[in-house]
């Protein structure tokens, strides 16, 4: 079986393709497939190096190339690539172009094969905002408030109305914030969150544009990977008529995160941290969920991190090269 | 002012523009604006001539197309333009074509004049389906069930963070099915339930293809044109940070109908027409929402129609050489 990842030279594409391949199959409704090639497509080529990864490097928001990449051996695409929220904020045409024209593009092509591949749609929590219950569910109606989660949502939607006619066999699944991401620090607006960890553990000063009090609904990169893979081994049934759901993460406050921060790092990792409050990045925040209540997920079978604390152990373990202050 | 109505030569759009030439101006925020110029633009020609009416033919599908039916001169945009449900069922790339495409270039044409254009999109009650609460109401999660109501809820979520982003300020309108329809049977779905009223009253049989116990939440031409002028009258402090609504209706049993026909049509009228049960229509009819709590739009203002035996009597007061039997 062939398996397509866009975006997959991502940390959350390469952490996933590696996963895959050391695994060297694919479990697909209890029945474990082998693997005889994951195209890795992005806009540069991924770095992983296998005989059965094959990196490609292009456009997702360009038809003809993303036509290029399915074809009648691609039984599982994982569509990773976007625009995060910070700069589909910024710029709105590279957001629309990547986030929808390039999910419109993708969905074409896996519908053109004819063969209905298994998809899946990597949402966020971004498509809720605005005036929020205290507790989110999968009842709660997708009230975007910025241009990233809005082009998730629609991409939701198509998602789910290729599945409906047949064309796909798709899944949508709202990803919590990320935390903590590796490497550099990228255009999301909810970066601080990874960064305060991130920064500090390698020596360096990281700002903190929101009040320590604020909570967030995060789940670690391992976590996230280990949902993706649920997600395509559950039959269609699993998913019945709505192939939406929100995954299940933990609340975690900013206090909690410098916590572990100084359990792992210490305080003169603590003491990297600035608080830096701005206006604009805490208005954004506030219109993001902070808790949900995932009962459709865990019945599901998604399950959530333990505690912050692993997250932060897990990142240390994945990164080795990138920690300098322990404690 | 000018004034672009897109889907203008059908029945809507021609009765909305009628309405506007009457009372030769419209109102917007309290105050009345006279009209310059009206384009009119639809796939064919529309009939109506006025000197103030410019009645354009062209695709919605082609950008440039749709780039030169907005100026800086145009205040108002009502998007009328849509490939009816069960077209767009039949034809998935033409429904995305016409209501995805042609919306998305619709936006980016009055995004570029610069000028913050109001622009009324009419979605439908099509955007629910499913699994959906005995009432729906504006906190129910649209969950469409066909590809064109998969369209217009993307149509919504794009005037709503082009509102958000200040590009124009947009209002979207979840139309109740519109009975009764004039003119020659369309490709909606709901299609019988104008045509059990329009048909007999013109002498010519028709076919109930549902229960005659089935429920539809329904609305006058008439009152829809109203309710339309009213959502672009409203000033854009009265929708909030949410620019959809669900717009009052009426439930009408097809029983109710049938009373009416009588009413107004006589025991002939009724005599043409016929049950004879679809299973493919029933099937979709039973996914579509019935009743509707429409509490927010009540307090905006909108008023629904009367009753069902007022429908008809409008229909035949706007129709008169298409109604042949009279009780």
């Known amino acids: 079986m062939d398996i397509l990842v866009t975006g997959g030279a991502g940390f959350l594409g390469q952490q996933l393709i590696r996963g895959l391949l050391d695994r060297g199959g694919i479990e697909l409704d209890g029945r474990t497939h082998g693997i005889d090639r994951i195209v890795c497509f992005d806009q540069a080529a991924g770095a992983l190096q296998d005989a059965r990864v094959h990196n490609v490097a292009g456009d997702i928001s360009d038809a003809a190339v993303v036509r290029g990449l399915v074809g009648k051996d691609t039984g599982v695409i994982v569509h990773l690539a976007a625009v995060v929220s910070g700069t589909a904020e910024a710029d709105f045409d590279l957001g629309m172009r990547v986030n929808l024209d390039g999910t419109r593009h993708l969905l074409a092509a896996a519908r053109a094969v004819g063969t209905q591949p298994r998809l899946l749609f990597s949402s966020s929590i971004a498509v809720f905002g605005g005036d929020l219950p205290a507790v989110v569910t999968d009842a709660t109606t997708p009230t975007p408030q910025g ?13 789910q109305d290729y599945s409906r006619k047949g064309f796909i ?16 620090p990228n255009g999301a607006a909810s970066g601080f969150a990874s960064g305060i960890i991130r920064e500090p ?105 333990a505690d912050f604390a692993s997250i932060v152990q897990a990142y240390i373990e994945d990164n ?3 920690v300098t202050m322990r404690a």
Chains 1, 2 share one sequence.
Do not use: C
């Open 147 to 159: 241009s990233y989660g809005a082009q998730k949502l629609i991409g939701e939607v198509l998602v």
């Open 169 to 184: 066999d798709g899944r949508s699944v709202r990803v919590p914030t990320v935390v903590v991401r590796p490497g550099l």
């Open 201 to 305: 553990l390698a020596g360096k000063p990281a700002l903190l544009p929101v009040d320590p009090a604020t909570e967030m609904w995060v789940a670690s990169p391992r976590t996230v990977v280990k949902m993706f893979l649920h997600a395509l081994a559950l039959p269609a049934s699993a998913w019945g008529w709505h192939r939406s759901v929100n995954l299940p993460g933990l609340v975690a406050s900013m206090h909690e995160e410098l916590d572990a921060l100084r359990r792992f790092g210490g305080d003169a990792a603590v003491g990297l941290v600035r608080h830096q409050p701005d206006e604009a990045v805490m208005r954004l925040v506030r219109t993001w969920a902070g808790r949900f209540d995932t009962t459709r997920a865990l019945a599901m079978g998604f399950r959530p991190d």
């Open 320 to 322: 080795p090269h990138a």
